[in-house]
T-cell receptor, first 110, second 115 residues
Framework: QKEVEQDPGPLSVPEGAIVSLNCTYSNSAFQYFMWYRQYSRKGPELLMYTYSSGNKEDGRFTAQVDKSSKYISLFIRDSQPSDSATYLCAMSFYGNQFYFGTGTSLTVIP | DTEVTQTPKHLVMGMTNKKSLKCEQHMGHRAMYWYKQKAKKPPELMFVYSYEKLSINESVPSRFSPECPNSSLLNLHLHALQPEDSALYLC??????????????FGSGTQLSVL
């Protein structure tokens, strides 16, 4: 079993839709959770970072962590064509190792 | 400033060439990383430097040689690469707080093609 599981998609939604992206994990020691957005042939860009259960909001983005279920989500409201990218979840607990999901490819159709 | 700068952005090299990738950050981060990423795959860890010392080498072939001249700079020296080494090479850095490395920041990457 992989440490972090993420549905690769692809996911296709109309402009303005609410997008839900999810990751599950197996290691209850994970404490720090990140979401990255990656455009084709570019480096991943850190979108959201949280270290506690609950919700964290930043503009159109909301990161949700449920440690009891070992489940994290990223919600994108009012999705735009510019949100079309691959979204990676990542986690860490101690030391200098980060564990990545496989990434979900999202296309927002105008 | 949350920027990690990588040069060059693109690199084409033959299997007998020697080249270097460069990375720089000015966020005061004390951990720096090299990742390799193939298309439609997540980043794959190659090396980690912590306080300018190599702390993780993920069994990377010796044709890849990392170097950390100081806390802001990270190089990856390439020699006698194979076509299967063609990939996006990503540099990253993170703050170190106690035993935890937080918030990994990536550069824009070097797209490497080996002919």
């Amino acid at each position: 079993q992989k440490e972090v599981e993420q549905d690769p998609g692809p996911l296709s939604v109309p402009e303005g839709a609410i997008v839900s992206l999810n990751c599950t994990y197996s290691n209850s020691a994970f404490q720090y959770f990140m979401w990255y957005r990656q455009y084709s042939r570019k480096g991943p860009e850190l979108l959201m970072y949280t270290y506690s259960s609950g919700n964290k909001e930043d503009g159109r983005f909301t990161a949700q962590v449920d440690k009891s279920s070992k489940y994290i989500s990223l919600f994108i409201r009012d999705s735009q064509p510019s949100d079309s990218a691959t979204y990676l979840c990542a986690m860490s607990f101690y030391g200098n190792q980060f564990y990545f999901g496989t990434g979900t490819s999202l296309t927002v159709i105008p | 400033d949350t920027e990690v700068t990588q040069t060059p952005k693109h690199l084409v090299m033959g299997m007998t060439n020697k080249k270097s990738l460069k990375c720089e950050q000015h966020m005061g981060h004390r951990a720096m990383y090299w990742y390799k990423q193939k298309a439609k795959k997540p980043p794959e860890l190659m090396f980690v430097y912590s306080y300018e010392k190599l702390s993780i080498n993920e069994s990377v072939p010796s044709r890849f040689s990392p170097e950390c001249p100081n806390s802001s700079l990270l190089n990856l020296h390439l020699h006698a690469l194979q076509p299967e080494d063609s990939a996006l090479y990503l540099c990253a850095s993170s703050q170190v707080t106690g035993t935890v490395n937080e918030k990994l920041f990536f550069g824009s990457g070097t797209q490497l093609s080996v002919l």
